[in-house]
C-alpha cells in the first residue's frame, strides 16, 4: 500500500523530518512582558506538538529589545532566556516533533498598531525602534529612521548569539525571519535598500553575515532554515528570477538546510498583480486563490534545477484540504507544507491525517483571527476564530464532570454545536433543539454566492459542528419551535439561548405588503433559496450586508442599484477585512453604492427614495432586496426568569457579531456549567 506523500520522511543536510507537515513560525504574542516564555505559551506549542507535525517551529523571537513589533513576542536577548526556552523543546520534543525557533527583529514594522502619534523614527512600544536601510517605504511609523553601519554589525552579532542560545536551550534548527518587512528583508528589498554607500549596498549582505556569524558561534553543520521573500510581488521590486539569479546561489553555497518561500511584503508600494496584493500573498486574504503560493514554488523549483542547486523548500499560504497540502508537496512544487492558520484551527490536523480521520479535521474558513483577543498588531494574540482552545490550552483540556447536568440548547448555529459539542464531551446530557429542517445556522448559507471565490469555505464550520454532533451521538430535534413552555417540560438544569439574530427590518409603508406579496425579500431568503431574483433591475437596500450580493448579482447580469440611509460604507461584522475586494468588484461591475438615501415608500415594481440633498426618486425595480443587518433574537430568556432553570445566551442571539464570538462564548460557558 502507498503511503500518503504528506506521512512520507524527509531527510535535510542535518535534519530527519518523520513526515511533511510542519507548524510555520506564527507570532503568538504570548510571552510575558519581558520577552520570557509563559505557560500560555507553553500550552500553545504543546497543542502544536501532539498534532503530529514533522517540526514545530517556535515563532519570531526578537534578538534585541528595539526590536519588538509587539508588546508580547518572545524574546532571547541574553542568556538568562534559554531556561525558559528549555521549556518550549521539551513539550514539542515530547510528542517526537523536531523543534525550530524563527529569530527575529522589526526593522519597519514597529509602529504598526499604533493608536497615538509616534515620534520619527519610534515604534509604539517603549524603547523600540522604525527604521531601514533608507527609510523610504514606511511600515509602521511613517517616518521612519536609516540604519547606520555599526548598527547593522550589532545586529548580526545579536542574531548569532540568539541563535547560539537556542542551540544551548535545545532547538535542533534556527530559522530567521528574513521576511515581511522585517530588517532582513527591506535590506534584501530593491525597493527599500537604496542610495547606501556602505557595504550594506551589497542588499544580500546582511543575511549573509548573520549565517555565517550564526554558523561561527554554532558549527558549520547546525541546521538553519532561513524563511525569506523570494519574490516581491511589487513593481520595482526584485521577483523571482532575481531572486534565483542573485540570492540563491549565495544562500545555497552557506549550506542551508532548506529554505522557507514566502511571496509578499508589508512595504507601501504597488503590487505587480492588480487583483491580488502583495500582502494578501503572505497571510492570504479570505478572496485570495486556493494554493496562491503553487506556481510561485514550480517557478523556484525549476530556476534552481537549471542552476543546478538542490536545495529543499517549504511552502505555505491559502492552504486548508489534504489535497491542497498534497499538491503543494507535489511534482516541481515544495518538499514541505509550512502550515500556520490551520494549525491553530485545528493542531490535530497531522494525526488526523495519519490515522484516517481526514473527514474530521476542522478546515479553516480563513475568516480572521480570533474575535476574543483582538490580533497581534491590535495588542491581542493569536488566535482562531474557529478553535477557541487555542492559546488556552491547559485552561481549557477538559475534564470530565462529576455532577451531569441536563442542557437545553435552544438553537443549531455555530454557538449551539459548540456548546453542544463541549458540554456532551465533558458529560453532560444535552439536546439541542432547531426550528428549521436542519443544523447549521447563518453559516450554512452566509457563503451561498455563485459568482464570489471561495465561498464555500464559509460552510467548513457548519459542516465539521454537524459531522462533530453527529459522531457523539447528540440528541437533535429539528422543526421544533423550542418555547418555555416544552423546555419546561423537559426539566433541563440549564437552557443555552443560542437563537442568533434576525434581520432588522426597517418601518417603510408598503414593505409589509410587498414583502407578503414577494416584490421584496431579505438577503437571508436569497441566500437560502427561497426567493429567486428575478429578472431586470433590482434594488438592494443595505449596503453593509449587501455590498457582497450586490458583486454576485451583477456578476450574474443583474441591473444593481445599492443603496444605503447611513453616511458611508460600515461592512457587516463577518465580512470585515473582505470589504476592500469586494468594493473594488463592485467598481468594476458598476455597482457605486449610494449613501444617504432613505427608503420613503415601498409599491408594487418601484420604491420611493429621499437623497440626502432632499430630492426625491421614484425607482423602477424588479424587486426589492433587504440587507438591513440585524438585531439579536432571544425569545426565552425573560421568559425563563424564575423558573429555577440557569440561562446562559451567546452568540448573536446577545448581539449581533460574528460565529467567532459565538464559538468563543459557548466553549468559555459549557466549562463552566
Known sequence: MSIDPLLQPFQ??????????????????????????????VGAYEALAAGGYGAVCVGATCVRWDGLINERML???????????????????????????????????????????????KGWIPGTVAWGPSGKYPIGNQHPGVVPTEEYEALVECYAQGARRAK???????????????????????????????????????????LQRTQELCGKDFPLIPRLVCDENFEGGYDLDYFIEYYAPRLHALGIDALDCTFGSMLPAKSRDPEISSGEIIGGGFYVPNMVALPYLKHMRAGLKA??????????????????????IGDGAADFFASCRQSLDDPQFPNKIAEGREEEIRKSTRTGASLMTGNIFGKGIAGSAQNASFGRDRDYALVRTLAPKRVAIV??????????????????????????????????????????PNMEQIAYQPDWHKLMVAKHGIAVRLNVEATAELLLAEKPDVVVVAT?????????DGLDAALASGFAATIDDVLKGGF?????????????????????????????????????????????????????????????????????????????????????ERIASAALLLAPGRVAYDPLSRALLGTGVRVHIVGDARVPRSYGNAIHEAAYLARHL
Open 411 to 452: 438553537g443549531g448555529g455555530s454557538g449551539g454545536m459548540e456548546f453542544a459539542i463541549t458540554a456532551h464531551e465533558i458529560g453532560h446530557d444535552v439536546t439541542i433543539y432547531e426550528k428549521s429542517d436542519a443544523l447549521g445556522g447563518v453559516m450554512a448559507w452566509a457563503g451561498n454566492y455563485r459568482n464570489l
Open 307 to 328: 542552476k543546478g542547486i538542490d536545495m529543499p523548500l517549504m511552502g505555505s499560504c491559502n492552504v486548508n484540504t489534504p489535497d491542497q497540502m498534497r499538491t503543494i
Open 500 to 508: 442568533g439574530a434576525k434581520p432588522a427590518l426597517p418601518q417603510i
Open 75 to 121: 524574546g532571547i536577548y541574553d542568556d538568562t532566556y534559554i531556561i525558559s526556552q528549555r521549556e518550549l523543546v521539551e513539550v514539542i520534543h515530547n510528542y517526537g516533533a523536531l523543534a525550530g525557533i524563527q529569530l527575529f527583529y522589526g526593522g519597519l514594522i514597529p509602529g504598526v498598531g499604533a493608536t497615538f502619534p509616534l515620534e520619527p523614527g
Open 532 to 616: 429567486a431574483v428575478p429578472d431586470g433591475r433590482v434594488t438592494i437596500w443595505g449596503v453593509g450586508e449587501g455590498i457582497e450580493l450586490a458583486v454576485d448579482l451583477a456578476r450574474s447580469g443583474h441591473a444593481v442599484r445599492l443603496i444605503d440611509p447611513a453616511s458611508g460604507f460600515v461592512p457587516a461584522a463577518y465580512i470585515g477585512s473582505r470589504a476592500k475586494a469586494v468594493l473594488r468588484w463592485a467598481g468594476q461591475a458598476g455597482v457605486m453604492p449610494e449613501a444617504g438615501v432613505t427608503v420613503l415608500s415601498v409599491e408594487p415594481g418601484a420604491i420611493t427614495v429621499r437623497h440626502n440633498d432632499g430630492r426625491e
Open 12 to 41: 535535510t543536510k542535518g535534519l530527519t523530518f518523520r513526515n511533511r507537515m510542519v507548524h510555520a513560525p506564527t507570532t503568538m504574542n504570548m510571552s510575558d512582558d519581558r520577552g520570557y516564555v509563559t505557560r500560555q505559551a
Open 168 to 210: 544551548e536551550a535545545g532547538y535542533d534548527y534556527v530559522s530567521f525571519h528574513f521576511c515581511h518587512g522585517s530588517l532582513p528583508h527591506v535590506t534584501l528589498s530593491l525597493l527599500e535598500n537604496q542610495g547606501r554607500n556602505d557595504k550594506y549596498q551589497d542588499r544580500f549582505l546582511f543575511c549573509e553575515e548573520i
